[in-house]
């Protein structure tokens, strides 16, 4: 048991009388005495008790005052040790101050001298103890200080990075518009509506993992229906998937599945992942048969959300760092931040994902949660 209280003392001497003196003495200013008669006991009830002050005679027999103050702090630096001398021992109370003891007190001891020695020593502890906390603020600023400025670097680049999607996003809104307004027939007009449909989502879709970085927040946990939750992933992405020739299959079984989530982080996750197969399909302009299939299971306490493609796959170099930030395989299409999201809210789920890809063989993303948080 550690002995908070710092007005606790260990009081060893190997004389009784004298420990029977001082215990009233230092009952009467306050202090909870703990008695040793010799080093050995005293360090025996030192370990048990962790006082934070230990008055010691310096001569005893065995064990004397100076081995058990070596001892003592050696096993604890922060713990102060007060020397009782004979007049004769001048020369071991100097010795015992090399060994850090924080002061030392004459036999026949007055109890006025032991009061301010004593008082100088709790005012030791006391400083000691703000020092530190002070320190361990101080290293907290710091690092609060230094993952700010890394926070605030990565910003700056974040916005460089995505200057180039919008510049793109926005030529898009302008050729939807010029195909509204230019328009002979309702096919070009819905070929525009189309257009702009799309490019507000990748906006949106954009503003939200922009959001997401720049105001990080912790993840509000709930238990919900895991087949009710995929499938309203789902639907998001055969909204994206539209027109373009990808069979999408969803293969979520009819077993109950309840998992404690943050329903919003992690549907932005899965939907990042899920916009990046349809990419790799949409950019693999060799297939005919492009397919993405999605599904879920529990297994060991674990859900598992399986997403497979048979799109343009990824090489080595683009597996090492799909979830790097600012990493994107996509070129002007790409802002690198989309994964590195996914991944970032995963973990934050105490969760893991697995990649498997081979070029033009497609790519298989199996993303494992523990069911409970």
Same mark, same amino acid.
């Given at each position: 048991m550690v002995m908070e209280d710092s007005k606790t003392i260990l009081l060893v001497d190997d004389e009784e009388d004298i420990r029977d003196v001082l215990r009233i003495v230092l009952s009467d200013i306050g202090y909870k005495v703990l008695l040793a008669?010799?080093?050995?006991?005293?360090?025996?009830?030192?370990?048990?008790?962790?006082?934070?002050?230990?008055?010691?005679?310096?001569?005893?027999?065995?064990?004397?005052g100076l081995e058990l103050l070596k001892k003592i702090k050696r096993e604890n630096p922060d713990t102060e040790v007060i020397m009782?001398?004979?007049?004769?021992?001048?020369?071991?109370?100097?010795?015992s101050l090399r060994y850090d003891a924080v002061d030392f007190i004459q036999k026949p001891i007055n109890s006025d001298v032991l009061e301010i020695t004593l008082k100088k020593t709790l005012?030791?502890?006391f400083t000691r103890k703000q020092l530190k906390a002070y320190t361990a603020r101080l290293e907290k600023l710091l690092q609060e200080k230094a993952a700010l400025q890394d926070h605030l670097s990565s910003l700056g680049?974040?916005?460089?990075?995505?200057?180039?999607?919008?510049?793109?996003?926005?030529t898009r809104l302008d050729g939807g518009v010029y195909l509204i307004d230019s328009a002979d027939t309702g096919d070009e007009i819905n070929e525009g509506v189309e257009i702009l449909k799309q490019t507000i989502d990748r906006f949106k879709k954009m503003v939200l993992d922009i959001l997401y970085y720049a105001k990080e927040r912790d993840l509000k946990i709930e238990r919900v229906d895991v087949l009710s939750f995929v499938s309203n992933v789902a639907e998001v992405i055969e909204q994206k998937i539209g027109d373009h020739e990808i069979e999408f299959v969803s293969d979520f079984g009819n077993d109950s599945i309840e998992a404690d @989530?943050?329903?919003?982080?992690?549907?932005?996750?899965?939907?990042? %992942?899920?916009? *990046?197969?349809?990419d790799a399909c949409i950019d693999d302009e060799k297939k005919s048969n492009l397919k993405?299939?999605?599904s879920v299971k529990q297994k060991k306490g674990n859900v598992i959300f399986d997403i497979y493609d048979n799109g343009k796959g990824m090489d080595i170099e683009a597996k090492e760092n799909i979830f790097k930030l600012f990493y994107s395989s996509k070129g002007r299409n790409g802002t690198g931040f989309g994964l590195f @999201?996914?991944?970032?809210?995963?973990?934050?789920?105490?969760?893991? %994902?697995?990649? *498997?890809?081979?070029?033009?063989k497609g790519a298989h993303f199996s993303i494992i949660l523990p069911k409970i948080q």
């Open positions: 008669e010799n080093g050995i006991e005293a360090l025996d009830i030192y370990r048990k008790e962790i006082p934070p002050i230990v008055l010691t005679d310096i001569k005893m027999p065995g064990m004397d009782i001398t004979g007049h004769g021992d001048m020369d071991l109370a100097i010795e005012e030791k502890i680049m974040m916005i460089g990075s995505i200057s180039h999607g919008m510049k793109g996003l926005l @989530i943050d329903v919003e982080f992690l549907h932005s996750a899965l939907i990042n %992942i899920l916009d *990046n197969a349809v993405i299939t999605f @999201i996914a991944d970032d809210i995963i973990r934050k789920h105490s969760g893991v %994902i697995i990649v *498997n890809s081979e070029i033009g």
